[in-house]
């Protein structure tokens, strides 16, 4: 079921009509791009859209405007929001065409043409993290390929297994001319623990990985792409296709480079090079004399089971998934951690089977997904290998959490999006891990209800305005009811003005932090700072000064700093946060931020 998100576009000289409005709805645990719901749409006179979304389903979206004179403007990405919402975009930057020039990829074809892909990046200050979807990029008739409409990011190339053969170091925000290193041939050899050879054996390079915490800083989901690198004959051997040159065991190599072995009915097995060091089954070798890369797997059988706690009636593409991290041994209590995902079909009366895990993992934690377009059910993290028994332990031990939002104007919140994150200990915020987060969106009248796992649990929601926090105990087999109210963000009011003392109208503010050692708060509450810190610097240049040179800037809430008992103590406990006033033709100020309510006078040269 499909309803609308309604909304405004704005430029430097007003609304903007002929726009295209991409809206990306995914949920937690989104293992490809095939999880992915994108909604194109184009604004109409006025700026206004609509783009008709999955309800119940968290999507962010972006800006950009038409071609003029070889730009075109863009704004940054916004995230998450549902069904119902009214989200409005602002697009601050200015994007030159890119004309992108990709050349060697001829020496990576074999049979098939590969498929150069656009992979947008979240344009907010900070680390440019890559967006769980792609546009394939077409070649011109002079062999360029023409950036799409969307934020700039990495170029990609991938096979038609949608296996990928090389990623762009840089952002096409740098650089234009990106040229694929050659590959060389390294040989492999597979076998099992008596030294028989595995026919079919795969061996994948791990690359880079794709988050989605770039949005607003709470990461749910983490993949790890994989290049099939080897396919193994019936002597367990195969040729590697790799992009380095020289030696594959020399150095420098830094990152070490890890491989995984899979085959069917062993375990997944991890080989890690740096240098002239090679990590295997906990112990470290020199390298051998061929310069064969060799795995020795070891037997392994299938976790299987069957789920039907909380599923009967679940869609045809229900699924569990194993969210784990892999271990490497590099030495005495040193390893490297390898985050990777398993999922299996529900079948009919919920049977399903995961093959090839890992003989040693870090940790794991089940993900039930009664559909790809239904939230998800959390478990809880644990150590060690995955059990069967303590999955349906888990899910005989579920709760249902059910929370009416409304706003800060006492109405309900729509398409609010909404956190779900288990509390761990306060005296031990480093228990929280980036899985233990799910993403939410209210429905038509502001509710949501969710099935979590006993225990207590934090929800957290922010939006462009205003901000809150519930918590809530879940007993298994209830229903723990809640109610949110948001509160408005502290404000800091600037008045701008010129150097004779008149106002300035249409000035805006860009917030900064800087440094921010006592912005974890002890309390537990540091997810409430870490996202507000995200969301709300990025809606400062869309309020712009009045007529009387009035600017009223939506500061982040940092809980501790608010609820301070003095204004010592709050100065004490805030972190370093600035503003930075700008105009047309006039110089920019930077002026620290305060939450007094006095408004703070700027004089722009």
């Not at 979206?61 to 602002?90: I, L, Y």
């Not at 041939?185 to 030294?195: K, L, Q």
């Not at 064969?292 to 699924?319: C, I, Q, T, W, Y």
Request: a negative charge.
């Amino acid at each position: 079921m499909r309803r609308p998100i309604f909304g405004r576009v704005e430029g430097a000289k007003g609304p903007i009509a002929d726009a295209t409005v991409v809206w990306v709805g995914h949920h937690t645990g989104a293992m490809s791009d095939k999880d992915a719901d994108v909604v194109i749409t184009q604004t109409k006179d006025g700026g206004r859209y609509r783009a008709d979304v999955i309800a119940g389903m968290p999507y962010f979206g972006f800006v950009t405007g038409a071609w003029k004179e070889g730009h075109r403007e863009g704004s940054s990405v916004r995230g998450w929001f549902g069904a119902g919402a009214t989200v409005d975009f602002t697009c601050r930057e200015r994007i030159a065409s890119r004309t992108v020039d990709v050349r060697g990829l001829e020496a990576w074809q074999q049979g098939d043409a590969l498929r150069v892909l656009a992979r947008p990046q979240c344009s907010e200050s900070g680390p440019q993290i890559s967006m769980p979807f792609a546009i394939e990029m077409v070649r011109d008739a002079d062999g360029f390929f023409s950036w799409p409409s969307m934020p700039l990011g990495r170029v990609e190339a991938v096979g038609q297994d949608s296996m990928m053969v090389w990623s762009s170091a840089q952002s096409v925000r740098d650089a234009v001319d990106f040229a694929v290193p050659p590959p060389s041939d390294f040989a492999c050899m597979v076998t099992d623990e008596m030294g028989a050879p595995i026919l079919g054996a795969m061996v994948h390079l791990r690359v880079d990985g794709r988050y989605d915490s770039g949005i607003d800083g709470i990461e749910t989901t983490r993949v790890v792409p994989m290049r099939l690198v080897a396919r193994t004959d019936e002597n367990g051997r195969a040729s590697m296709r790799l992009p380095f040159s020289g030696k594959l065991f020399a150095l420098p190599a830094a990152p070490a480079r890890m491989f995984v072995a899979t085959a069917l009915g062993y375990a997944d097995q991890f080989c890690g090079v740096r240098g002239n060091d090679v990590f295997q089954n906990g112990e470290k070798s020199e390298p051998p004399a061929d310069g064969v890369l060799r795995f020795a797997m070891r037997e392994a059988k299938a976790v299987v089971g069957v789920v039907d706690s909380g599923l009967r009636g679940a869609h045809d593409n229900a699924r569990l998934q194993l969210r784990h991290v892999g271990m490497l041994r590099v030495g005495d209590g040193a390893y490297l951690h390898d985050p990777r995902v398993a999922a299996s079909l529900l079948l009919d009366g919920g049977a399903f089977a995961i093959e090839g895990l890992p003989a040693e993992m870090h940790e794991h934690q089940w993900l039930v997904q009664p559909s790809w377009h239904e939230p998800p059910i959390l478990l809880r993290r644990r150590e060690g290998a995955a059990r069967t028994d303590e999955l349906l332990q888990d899910l005989a031990a579920l709760g249902d959490a059910s929370l009416v939002v409304f706003d800060s104007e006492a109405g309900p919140a729509v398409g609010q999006c909404v956190y779900a994150v288990r509390n761990h200990s306060a005296h031990d915020p480093r228990a929280r891990g980036p899985w233990d987060a799910v993403r939410l969106v209210t429905d038509a009248g502001g509710r949501l209800r969710v099935r979590l796992g006993s225990g207590s649990w934090i929800l957290v929601a922010v939006s462009e305005r205003a901000y809150g926090r519930v918590a809530c105990e879940l007993e298994p087999g209830t229903t723990s009811e809640a109610e949110m109210r948001m509160q408005s963000f502290p404000m800091m009011r600037v008045l701008v003005q010129d150097r004779a003392g008149a106002p300035i109208a249409g000035a805006s503010a860009v917030i900064r932090q800087g440094s921010s050692k006592g912005w974890q708060s002890s309390s537990g509450d540091e997810l409430l700072s870490q996202w507000t810190m995200r969301v709300v610097p990025s809606l400062g240049g869309s309020q712009r000064s009045a007529a009387d040179g009035l600017l009223e800037v939506r500061l982040p809430v940092f809980r501790d700093a608010l609820e301070a008992e003095d204004a010592q103590d709050q100065e004490r406990s805030q972190p370093k946060i600035s503003l930075t006033i700008f105009a047309p033709n006039k110089r920019s100020e930077i002026v620290a931020a305060t939450y007094s309510t006095e408004p703070v006078k700027v004089v722009l040269r």
